[in-house]
DNA sequence: TAGATTGTTAATCGATTAACAATC
DNA sequence: TAGATTGTTAATCGATTAACAATC
C-alpha cells in the first residue's frame, strides 16, 4: 500500500484484503497499542512503522548461515531478509573445497572458526542449513557460541541438549515437508470434494 | 518410533512426547478413525500408514520443479520428499544456460515445453521457484496445463486470476520472510522477558 | 456539527481439556 | 477378572465476532 500511494486504511478495508474480520484487525492491534484514530482510521506509513516495531524489524538482527550448499546459497542470494531487517555476516561449512569461496561477497569460512568468528562479531541469528543428522552437533555448537536464534532447515523438531536448554536461545523450525505434506492433503480433499480421484 | 522399534504407545506417552495433551490426540485422531484400542493403545505401525493415508502420501504425487536456481536446486536434492510419496520428474527454467543441465539425472527443460511435458506426463504438483516477479505468470501458466496443486517460495501471497480460480487448483505458500521475522520477535520477546536489551 | 471509524466491552463460537463409561 | 486405555460426552477455556459508546 505504501508503495501504491495509499496513506490512509480503515480496518473494514484492510479486513477486506486480508480476507478476515475488521474486529480481528482492530482488537489484534489494540493488544500492542491504540493505533488509528477514530474516524479517520489508520495511517499506512505510521501502522507500518509500527507493526515493524513490534516484530522488532528495527534490531538489525546480525545472521550466518551454516552451511553452504543449496538451500544456504539460497537463502544468502533471498533480497528480501536485509530488507526485513536482517543482516547476513558470515558463512560457514566444513567442505575445505568450499571453505574461501565467496557467495554474495562472502567468504565461506571453516566452520572451526565459528567461536573466534562469534568473539569478534555479534552474532543473533544462525540459518542452519547443514544435512539432517549434522544439524543437532551444529546447533549446539551455536548455542555455546551464544547465538541467539536459530532457524533450522531440517526435516527434524531441533531440540538442544539439557546444558542448552537454560540457555536464552530460541529456534524456529522450518518444516517444508510438512508444508508440501499438506499441499497433498488439499489437493486430495479438493479431488474428493469434486469425485474425481486422483487420476493415477 | 518405527526405526527404533516402538511398535505400541499411549496417547499419554505420546502426549509427553508432542508436549501437547493427551485429550486433543484422542480427540484430533478420532476426527479421521478410530485407531486405537482400549487398554491397549496405538499400533506404532498402523497409526502411521493410517496417518499416511489421511494425508493422502499414499498417492505418489508427481512434482516438478519450476525455476533451477538455488532454491529449486535445493529443493531438487531434498531427499525427504520422495520417502514422503512425492516424485520429482522434472525441473524447467527459461535460461538457456541452464537448460540442459543436469541436475539429479534430471535434465532442465525450457519452460516453454511445460504444456507438451504435462501432456505427456501426469503433474500434480509444480514448485515454483522463480524470481518474485515472475511468479504470478508462471502460476498463470501452470493453472493452465492443469496442475493440481501450487508450492509457491517467492515472498507474496499467490493468488490466481479470476479465469483460474474456478479451476480446481490448490495453492500453498512457503513464506520464508515471515517465519524469519517470527524468530526475530521471539528473540524480541525473550530479551524484554531478560531484561537485557539487544546489545546493539 | 454530522459522519466515520476507532477502541473496547459483551456475546458467540469453536477448540481444548477433563471426565468417564465402554471395552480390549 | 482386573488393569489399562480408548472413544466420546460434558465442562472449560480462549479466540473470534458483534455491538456500541467514545471521539476524531
Same mark, same amino acid.
Given at each position: 500500500?505504501?508503495?501504491?500511494?495509499?496513506?490512509?486504511?480503515?480496518?473494514?478495508?484492510?479486513?477486506?484484503?486480508?480476507?478476515?474480520?475488521?474486529?480481528?484487525?482492530?482488537?489484534?492491534?489494540?493488544?500492542?497499542?491504540?493505533?488509528?484514530?477514530?474516524?479517520?482510521?489508520?495511517? &499506512?506509513?505510521?501502522?507500518?512503522?509500527?507493526?515493524?516495531?513490534?516484530?522488532?524489524?528495527?534490531?538489525?538482527?546480525?545472521?550466518?548461515?551454516?552451511?553452504?550448499?543449496?538451500?544456504?546459497?539460497?537463502?544468502?542470494?533471498?533480497?528480501?531478509?536485509?530488507?526485513?531487517?536482517?543482516?547476513?555476516?558470515?558463512?560457514?561449512?566444513?567442505?575445505?573445497?568450499?571453505?574461501?569461496?565467496?557467495?554474495?561477497?562472502?567468504? &565461506?569460512?571453516?566452520?572451526?572458526?565459528?567461536?573466534?568468528?562469534?568473539?569478534?562479531?555479534?552474532?543473533?541469528?544462525?540459518?542452519?542449513?547443514?544435512?539432517?543428522?549434522?544439524?543437532?552437533?551444529?546447533?549446539?555448537?551455536? $548455542?555455546?557460541?551464544?547465538?541467539?536464534?536459530?532457524?533450522?532447515?531440517?526435516?527434524?523438531?531441533?531440540?538442544?541438549?539439557?546444558?542448552? &536448554?537454560?540457555?536464552?536461545?530460541?529456534?524456529?523450525?522450518?518444516?517444508?515437508?510438512?508444508?508440501?505434506?499438506?499441499?497433498?492433503?488439499?489437493?486430495?480433499?479438493?479431488?474428493? $470434494?469434486?469425485?474425481?480421484?486422483?487420476?493415477?
Amino acid at each position: 500500500m505504501l508503495n501504491s500511494g495509499i496513506n490512509r486504511i480503515s480496518s473494514k478495508e484492510l479486513s477486506e484484503r486480508m480476507g478476515i474480520t475488521a474486529s480481528q484487525i482492530r482488537q489484534d492491534l489494540n493488544c500492542f497499542g491504540g493505533f488509528g484514530q477514530q474516524g479517520y482510521g489508520y495511517n &499506512v506509513e505510521s501502522l507500518y512503522k509500527e507493526i515493524g516495531r513490534i516484530l522488532g524489524l528495527d534490531n538489525n538482527f546480525q545472521t550466518i548461515i551454516i552451511g553452504a550448499g543449496n538451500m544456504g546459497r539460497a537463502l544468502a542470494n533471498y533480497k528480501n531478509f536485509e530488507k526485513r531487517g536482517f543482516k547476513l555476516i558470515g558463512i560457514f561449512d566444513k567442505d575445505p573445497k568450499v571453505v574461501g569461496q565467496k557467495i554474495n561477497d562472502l567468504d &565461506v569460512r571453516h566452520i572451526d572458526d565459528l567461536q573466534k568468528f562469534t568473539q569478534e562479531n555479534k552474532v543473533d541469528i544462525a540459518m542452519l542449513c547443514v544435512p539432517h543428522d549434522e544439524t543437532p552437533i551444529v546447533a549446539e555448537k551455536a $548455542a555455546a557460541c551464544g547465538i541467539k536464534g536459530l532457524w533450522n532447515f531440517s526435516p527434524m523438531e531441533l531440540k538442544l541438549s539439557h546444558s542448552n &536448554v537454560n540457555k536464552n536461545i530460541v529456534i524456529e523450525n522450518v518444516h517444508l515437508s510438512d508444508s508440501l505434506m499438506v499441499l497433498g492433503y488439499k489437493i486430495n480433499e479438493m479431488m474428493k $470434494a469434486n469425485k474425481n480421484e486422483l487420476p493415477r
